[in-house]
């Protein structure tokens, strides 16, 4: 089963000494299926480790608008 990007709003990547990626969802579900359809399955088949998950809730979120 693949799951696609449904509910993920924002990826951003920063890297200082390693990498830091930040994915904001609309909602911790779609986040979870994500991870466990589509990221576990693609890094257990890479032979590498799963990323290390850290979770914090969003209380404000800005965008620049309707796309025209």
Avoid: K
């Avoid at 890094?43 to 850290?54: C, D, H, K, R, V």
């Amino acid at each position: 089963m693949s799951v696609g990007f449904t509910g993920r709003g924002i990826h951003w990547r920063a890297t200082e000494g390693g990498a830091r990626i930040v994915d904001v969802w609309q909602t911790r579900e779609q986040a979870d299926a994500f991870y466990q359809y589509t990221l576990g399955p693609v890094t257990a088949e890479l032979g590498i480790q799963p990323p290390e998950m850290s979770y914090f809730d969003v209380h404000n979120f800005q965008t620049a608008g309707p796309e025209e």
